[in-house]
């Protein structure tokens, strides 16, 4: 359909392995457009041009440009063939939608900035651990893991049978988590999300997008 779309920012960002991740499920080539956001100096004005509030991904796709992460994802499925990663049903659909936002608004925070970052990230940068904010995020990060398995509830994929949005909007925020050890800890407490992980980090798509360092998958 058209031009190749463009994916514009850092390949270690969640929020651009979720647009990856969903190109990758639908089988759309594309091209990756590296922007730093925390480059010396703020987010690049080529960015700002795109995403006025400095924030990435931005896309583009035959002159017509999007940001927000969430929306770029719908586009995708609505535009191109291949699998579907929305339900057909309305309800389902909106399930699927409610749990974007659950990982949006109370996921990612705690999951990759307040356990990985500060766990992983922080030594590496030469940098002390901040305990307490990791065991606040630990504790923010249970109730939504919690969520995220009662709204899933024994479906093999958080959305259902078949892998969607939802699964595509998890699985990078789970990589990165799963490499500290509390993050590992909080997804083996709940049986049903660490078999929905081994289902979902085998794709090939996870290892498409792999960035690097690398997170667990």
């Not at 307040?114 to 990791?134: F, L, Q």
Request: proline content about 9%.
């Amino acid at each position: 359909m058209g031009t190749e779309p463009v994916v514009f920012g850092a390949a270690y960002s969640v929020y651009v392995r979720i647009v990856r991740l969903t190109l990758a499920e639908k089988h759309v080539p594309y091209s990756l457009h590296e922007l730093d956001v925390f480059a010396p100096g703020g987010p690049p004005a080529e960015l700002l041009a795109r995403q006025p509030f400095g924030r990435i991904p931005a896309f583009e796709h035959d002159g017509f440009t999007l940001y927000e992460t969430a929306v770029i994802a719908r586009y995708i499925d609505d535009a191109f063939d291949g699998p579907p990663l929305q339900p057909d049903s309305t309800r389902a659909r909106a399930r699927v939608g409610q749990l974007v936002a659950i990982l949006d608004a109370y996921g990612y925070q705690p999951l990759v900035w307040d356990i990985y970052m500060e766990r992983v990230d922080a030594p590496r940068s030469g940098r002390a651990a901040d305990e307490t904010r990791i065991a606040t995020g630990v504790t923010r990060a249970a109730r939504c893991l919690d969520e995220l398995v009662r709204l899933a509830g024994n479906a093999p994929f958080l959305g259902g049978e078949t892998v969607t949005l939802a699964d595509l909007h998890a699985a990078p925020m789970l990589a990165y988590v799963l490499a500290a050890p509390e993050g590992a800890a909080l997804v083996q407490e709940r049986p049903t999300l660490a078999a929905w992980w081994q289902r979902i980090a085998t794709r090939p798509s996870m290892a498409a997008t792999r960035p690097s360092p690398n997170p667990v998958a």
